[in-house]
């Protein structure tokens, strides 16, 4: 829902099915969304998994759901008038197995939903009858005289009537509605199909003013037949034509949409393909041309990330989570008690890749190397600068490498590091800022076991590996810009192997320098085992608590002065993680801060006195 103020909020049922989350976000310049930490609005008994409903009307927020089917099987609602919650309030004459749709109208709340039969079990079960009532009166009315639907219903008001939009009976695929001019009983249409339309679970629905026209249209969104995971739509003009189903191609969904209007912007939201728990959202200026996906709020990633500096923000590139081979970037500002995050935004073209992508910042450009989809074996870069994502440069073809690819500027050129099948550790040069590359092959008698990891200190540029005979040692190469590459030398992590056993050398490493200090890291367990390599010398670990894996660096001045962070992916949730310190050498880090999933809050998360209708089907967004 918007209040067109530029604030979007997002009701969904907390995965507990005991609260109903409230899930704010701000309207960026760039029309992304920022998201706020999710308000624990009020308390239920039990609610089903579908969407709760939501209108305004004088001042008042409405906000309907369902009882779980063990339960009564009336709706309840609870309001909101811009300060406080009121208590829980059952709509006894509405009795459903589903959920509603609401809408405002002529100046009431109108409620709409699927009535009830007694099944022979005995259990209360969906009738697919089309009931509503009008807030305020202790009548309800049927729509039609059978069957007309399945699942939940979307009520919208557009071009001065009230519409009501379902799916038609036994999930039977179709996109049926009825329509009224002023909501009196015996004003409705008989229920009409939306031709050439395939659907399954419940439609969503949003007026949107063409700016090319200024004229309302009503878009209807709906995720493909068969429960396919595509989400689809197909708009209403005022003469009531429909324009025909379309797709947005960039998508794959599941369950039930959402979709809203704000400062001109139109958002749908949706959980991810395959039930995931994860949700984005795809907006539109125009109606027509969909941008990227974007993530909401949560930082769930794949193996590591890798980060940036450029021109003073951080940036965070990362495989999106369940290994989906999506490459996302996000900006991300550290703060001591969280972290605020723009994004993650999937790349424009998007881009695909296996493992983690390896990033660097020169030149005012971002530089984003990574192996591609299906672990194929090619190295691909791609770069960033203030035009957006440049298309991708080719720096293998299929084959040529495995794991992920380590990069850094050195002595006026880009290197990127890579292990060979065959275990191989290999390098690329490119001396005219990346438009072009050079393969120089491999490094003369070096090996390892899994990807590298390199960093540059002075004249100096570093590559630590793990042993390619898997023996649980750690070797560093040193390149010099006057004696070329020395020997392949053994670190020393002997007091941290006799404390937390062998190092795995499965893990590959991550590198970094900090205040002219080389350093190498690596997990085990609940444990980072950090080595500061050159000049200074020491070994420690840091308890993250989560079992950390995936592990990047990066150093960064949050506005307090710089300092070395810490990146990782939990091992038990798949979130996204950082510590920081400001003197590593001395091994204090401060505690673990956790970008996504921040606990629900019990208070408001600022001044909103009025909403407007969005909603999503989900167990819990964040």
Not at 265 to 284: A, K, M, P, R
């Amino acid at each position: 829902m918007a209040d067109g103020t530029g604030i979007m909020a997002v009701f969904s049922p907390a995965s507990s099915g005991k609260d109903v989350l409230i899930n704010i976000a701000e309207k960026a310049a760039d029309s992304s969304l920022i998201w706020q930490q999710p308000w624990q609005a009020f308390e239920v008994n039990s609610i089903a998994n579908n969407p709760p409903a939501v209108a305004s009307c004088n001042g008042q927020t409405y906000v309907f759901y369902p009882s779980a089917p063990a339960d009564t099987q009336y709706l309840f609602y609870n309001t909101w008038n811009g300060t406080q919650w009121s208590a829980q309030t059952e709509l006894k004459i509405a009795e459903t197995a589903t959920g509603a749709g609401a809408a405002t109208f002529n100046g009431q709340v109108y409620v709409f939903w699927q009535g009830v039969q007694v099944q022979a079990s005995g259990a209360f079960g969906p009738s697919g009858s089309l009931f509503y009532t009008i807030m305020g009166q202790s009548f309800d009315w049927q729509i039609g005289s059978g069957p007309v639907m399945s699942n939940c219903p979307s009520a919208v008001v557009f071009n001065g009537e009230l519409y009501v939009f379902y799916q038609g009976t036994d999930n039977g695929g179709g996109l049926w509605y009825t329509k009224s001019s002023d909501g009196s009983t015996g004003s409705w249409s008989s229920s009409t199909q939306v031709p050439n339309v395939g659907m399954s679970t419940s439609p969503a629905t949003a007026v949107f003013t063409n700016p090319s026209t200024g004229q309302d249209e009503l878009y209807v969104f709906h995720q493909g037949g068969s429960t396919n995971g595509q989400l689809w739509y197909n708009v209403l003009d005022t003469a009531g034509n429909w324009a025909g189903d379309k797709q947005i191609t960039s998508v794959s969904m599941s369950n039930v949409p959402g979709a809203t209007v704000m400062d001109g912007i139109l958002y749908v939201l949706y959980e991810g393909g395959g039930n995931d728990d994860l949700f984005y959202y795809v907006s539109s200026s125009d109606g027509s041309t969909w941008n990227p996906p974007l993530w909401v709020k949560s930082t769930a990633l794949s193996v590591a990330p890798s980060l940036a500096v450029l021109n003073s923000q951080l940036t965070c590139m990362m495989q999106g989570p369940g290994s989906d081979g999506q490459l996302f970037y996000a900006s991300i500002a550290p703060q001591s008690s969280g972290g605020s995050l723009s994004g993650p935004y999937m790349t424009a073209s998007p881009y695909t890749l296996s493992e983690s992508p390896g990033l660097m910042a020169y030149n005012n450009q971002l530089y984003c190397f990574f192996q591609g989809a299906n672990n194929s074996g090619c190295l691909w870069c791609a770069t960033y600068d203030q035009n957006g994502w440049a298309p991708t440069v080719p720096l293998l073809g299929d084959g040529g490498m495995t794991g992920s690819p380590s990069a850094v500027a050195f002595n006026n050129s880009l290197y990127a590091f890579y292990q060979a099948p065959g275990n191989a550790l290999c390098w690329c040069q490119s001396t005219n800022d990346g438009a072009s590359w050079t393969n120089l092959g491999a490094i003369p008698n070096r090996a390892l076991w899994s990807s590298p990891a390199a960093t540059v200190l002075g004249d100096s540029l570093y590559v630590f590996h793990a042993a390619a005979n898997n023996n649980g040692r750690l070797y560093c190469s040193t390149y010099n810009t006057t004696t070329g590459w020395g020997s392949d030398d053994e670190v020393d992590i002997t007091d941290l192997t006799g404390v937390y056993g062998t190092y795995s050398t499965y893990t590959s490493p991550a590198a970094c320098t900090y205040s002219g200090n080389v350093y190498v890291a690596y997990t085990t367990g609940n444990y980072i085992c950090m080595v500061g390599y050159t000049p200074t010398t020491t070994q420690y670990v840091i308890d993250a608590g989560s079992s950390p894996t995936n592990i990047a660096f990066v150093s960064y001045d949050n506005g307090n002065g710089t300092q070395l962070y810490c990146f990782y992916q939990s091992g038990t949730s798949g979130d996204l993680f950082y510590i920081s310190s400001s003197d590593p050498l001395s091994g204090q880090w401060s505690a673990p801060v956790e970008i996504s999933n921040i606990l629900p809050s019990s208070s408001p998360p600022g001044a909103i006195s009025e909403f407007v209708d969005v909603s999503i089907s989900c167990l819990e967004m964040f």
